[in-house]
Each structure stands twice: as C-alpha cells, then as structure tokens.
C-alpha cells in the first residue's frame, strides 16, 4: 500500500523548495501535478525525472480511480501548480479517496500564500478564517461578506488583478472601514504589501494598476460595533444597490444593518434617490 504524499511547491522562489520535498518527488512512483507543464519546469530545475499525470479541476473526477490504482503499487505525490496542495487547489476528493481507500495521506508542509500573507500582514494571527477567492459577482460577494462582517477573526481572501478594486469596494461597503493588507507576487521580484484602511487600498489601486496574484488580509470585527457611516457614503452605497437591482426594501435594511443608520432613514433616503 503507497503512501499519497501532499507535496508544498514554491509560489514564487524556487530556493522555499524543502530537501523533504525534492526527495518525496525523486523517490514517489508518479506526480500528480495540476498543470504538468509547470511541474515539468520545477522537476528539471532539480533533475528529477519522476513520471507525470494531470490531476486538475476539470479531470479530478476521472482520474481518481487511476491515481488510487497507482497507488496500490507504490507513493504518489501530488502537487499544485504553486503553494500547498489541496487548499484552494484540486486535492480534496483524492485525499478523501485516499483515505477511504486506507492509504497513508502525508503532508510535507511548505510555501502558503495565505499563511504568509497573514504573518506580515501584521494583524492579529491567532484566529482568522480563509474563505479562499471571492466570488466573481458583486452580489455574491456581498453576501459572503454579509455572513461574515460580525465575526472578530482575521479575513484571508484571494483575488484577481483585474478584480481587485471592485472587491476592495465591497469589502468597505459591507465590512466598513476596516485595517487591510493587500499582498501580492509574494516571495517574487516584485513583492509587495500594501498595509492601511480599506478606502485607502481602493483609492491606490485605482491609482495604480494592479498587477499580479493577490492575498486580502482584513481586520476581524471589533467590540466597538458599527461605526456610523457618513450621509455620503450611505448615499454612495444607496445608488450602488439600485444598480444592481436591489429592492427598496431589503436595500434599506442591508444598508441599516452595515452602516449604523436607522432602516427608516435610510428608506426615505432611496425613496429620495429614486424619485
């Protein structure tokens, strides 16, 4: 019976690859690698010659029985394209196959974007929630944000480049004001993290064009409560839910709920906007 090994890969610089892990991949039977192109890349960078597969969101399904087969006749690693596999990469169903199947599943830790986000995001690290990449929709997203703007913990999200200052703007609108740090290209050239408010990161990413893979890390809510939003930017907010079809109603008490003001004012404020 093989041992399925969960085999962390650099998210940027190859110099984070573990001893442990360049082993694992000499010595495994066969890679499952989410792109083999980039695996191909990372194993002749360290001369390794072990055989390949595709294991990627879209074959994960089908593969599984051929992968489990492999393994009844000796390790196999499985990698992602960068970072750990398995956390926002294909991984969870083989594991879980794994495991049924009464293999060893054995993680080599390594490079995380989030983890290492989190540790120089210098906000508060002893309890936080990774919720993975924010859904493409403004409207999903906020009502992500919306099941999870009371909770004191840390945020870590992902986001796109092209993305980025549209959810940078929900983020202010449903979780308020809030410590932010946006990092991205970690462990690159051109690594950077950005610290400050949520309305100051949206105002320099307008000014600046993102660019790159990035990490959000956002303060958890405090004890204070919600701090009482300025009339503009409930009528900021008012004009945004219109535009995307939000009735009056649950409108009013969205914005309410987020912003510190009464339902009452804030529905007579759309009625005014409106008419």
């Given at each position: 019976m093989g041992t399925l090994y969960l085999v962390a890969t650099p998210i940027g610089n190859l110099e984070d690859m573990s001893p442990r892990a360049v082993r694992t991949l000499r010595e495994a039977r066969l890679i499952a690698a989410e792109d083999t192109r980039v695996t191909r890349n990372l194993l002749t960078h360290f001369k390794l010659h072990?055989?390949?597969?595709?294991?990627?969101?879209?074959?994960?399904?089908?593969?599984?029985?051929?992968i489990l087969a492999e393994l009844t006749r000796?390790?196999?690693?499985?990698?992602?394209?960068?970072?750990?596999?398995a956390i926002n990469d294909p991984g969870y169903e083989?594991?879980?196959?794994?495991?049924?199947?009464?293999?060893?599943?054995?993680?080599?830790?390594?490079?995380?974007?989030?983890?290492?986000?989190?540790?120089?995001?210098?906000?508060?690290?002893?309890?936080?929630?990774?919720?993975?990449?924010?859904?493409?929709?403004?409207?999903?997203?906020?009502?992500?944000?919306?099941?999870?703007?009371?909770?004191?913990?840390?945020?870590?999200?992902?986001?796109?480049?092209?993305?980025?200052p549209?959810?940078?703007?929900?983020l202010e609108t449903s979780l308020g004001n809030r410590q932010i740090a946006v990092a991205r290209e970690l462990t690159k050239v051109h690594e950077q993290i950005w610290r400050g408010s949520i309305a100051e990161?949206?105002?320099?990413?307008?000014?600046?064009?993102?660019?790159?893979?990035f990490t959000l890390v956002v303060a958890g809510r405090t004890k204070r409560g919600v701090e009482k939003w300025s009339e503009d930017k409930v009528k900021i907010a008012i004009k945004f839910g219109l535009k995307l079809g939000e009735?009056?109603?649950?409108?009013?008490?969205?914005?309410?709920?987020?912003?510190?003001?009464?339902?009452?004012?804030?529905?007579?404020?759309?009625?005014?906007?409106?008419?």
């Open positions: 072990t055989p390949l597969t595709s294991y990627f969101e879209h074959n994960k399904l089908t593969k599984l029985d051929a000796g390790d196999v690693a499985l990698v992602s394209d960068a970072g750990t596999p083989l594991v879980r196959a794994a495991i049924e199947a009464e293999h060893t599943v054995c993680p080599i830790p390594g490079p995380s974007a989030p983890l290492a986000a989190l540790a120089a995001s210098g906000l508060p690290t002893d309890s936080f929630i990774y919720l993975g990449y924010l859904p493409r929709k403004s409207s999903e997203r906020r009502e992500l944000l919306r099941q999870v703007e009371t909770l004191p913990y840390t945020l870590l999200f992902l986001e796109s480049p092209h993305r980025l549209a959810a940078l703007h929900d990161a949206t105002l320099y990413f307008t000014q600046n064009e993102p660019r790159g893979e009735s009056p109603s649950v409108l009013a008490k969205r914005v309410a709920q987020e912003s510190g003001w009464k339902r009452k004012e804030i529905y007579n404020r759309i009625t005014a906007i409106q008419g």
